[in-house]
T-cell receptor
Framework: AQKITQTQPGMFVQEKEAVTLDCTYD???????LFWYKQPSSGEMIFLIY??????QNATEGRYSLNFQKARKSANLVISASQLGDSAMYFC?????????????FGAGTRLFVKA | EAGVAQSPRYKIIEKRQSVAFWCNPI?????LYWYQQILGQGPKLLIQ????????DSQLPKDRFSAERLKGVDSTLKIQPAKLEDSAVYLC?????????????FGPGTRLTVT
């Protein structure tokens, strides 16, 4: 079964507008972490934002915010005031505990296109 | 501080040949990860080290893939013999600790093409 689901293969947004990238997850753990990474065409993975399962407030980092709805098991990324440089692949990831340590599982990603 | 270093950046080999990738994590980072990212997919964890011990290698195709982390610092990932389906980007990442909220820092990746 898919642990991390990103249902939007591609998204378009007009420059300066806000966009929401969807992510749902599946876990039976009580303690887990949710991450969003950006991957430009150059290939490096850039950490954007983190939300812990026990955090009551939604995480925010500059123009990035994470809309965390625990009961619905969703962790959507909101990018405000989109910029041309935001065009990239975006990956949602979940880190959960396993025997001997923690494991990170990535979704399939959403490609964001920002239009001028 | 210096980031995660990987080499080579690109490699083209024929099927059945062998190849090795090298990773130098951020200084002081105890946990090191190797991911395989096939085109159009998210990264998939191949192996995770805590210092020089293996924490998770459940998704490593052990008949052809091997990895080691000598002295708990640098790591090498080897494929022998390579198959066409091994064409992918191999990402190395490191983190200070192995805990739920810890951020992973990724290297630039090695793009492998198997012909």
């Amino acid at each position: 079964a898919q642990k991390i689901t990103q249902t939007q293969p591609g998204m378009f947004v007009q420059e300066k507008e806000a966009v929401t990238l969807d992510c749902t997850y599946d876990t039976s753990d009580q303690s887990y972490g949710l991450f969003w990474y950006k991957q430009p065409s150059s290939g490096e993975m850039i950490f954007l934002i983190y939300q812990g399962s026990y955090d009551e407030q939604n995480a925010t980092e500059g123009r990035y915010s994470l809309n965390f709805q625990k009961a619905r098991k969703s962790a959507n990324l909101v990018i405000s005031a989109s910029q041309l440089g935001d065009s990239a692949m975006y990956f949602c990831a979940m880190r959960e505990g396993r025997a001997g340590g923690f494991k990170t599982i990535f979704g399939a990603g959403t490609r964001l296109f920002v239009k001028a | 501080e210096a980031g995660v270093a990987q080499s080579p950046r690109y490699k083209i080999i024929e099927k059945r040949q062998s190849v090795a990738f090298w990773c130098n994590p951020i200084s002081g980072h105890a946990t090191l990860y190797w991911y395989q990212q096939i085109l159009g997919q998210g990264p998939k964890l191949l192996i995770q080290f805590q210092n020089n011990g293996v924490v998770d290698d459940s998704q490593l195709p052990k008949d052809r893939f091997s990895a080691e982390r000598l002295k708990g610092v640098d790591s090498t990932l080897k494929i022998q013999p390579a198959k066409l389906e091994d064409s992918a980007v191999y990402l190395c990442a490191s983190s200070l600790l192995n805990s739920v909220g810890i951020e992973q820092y990724f290297g630039p990746g090695t793009r492998l093409t198997v012909t």
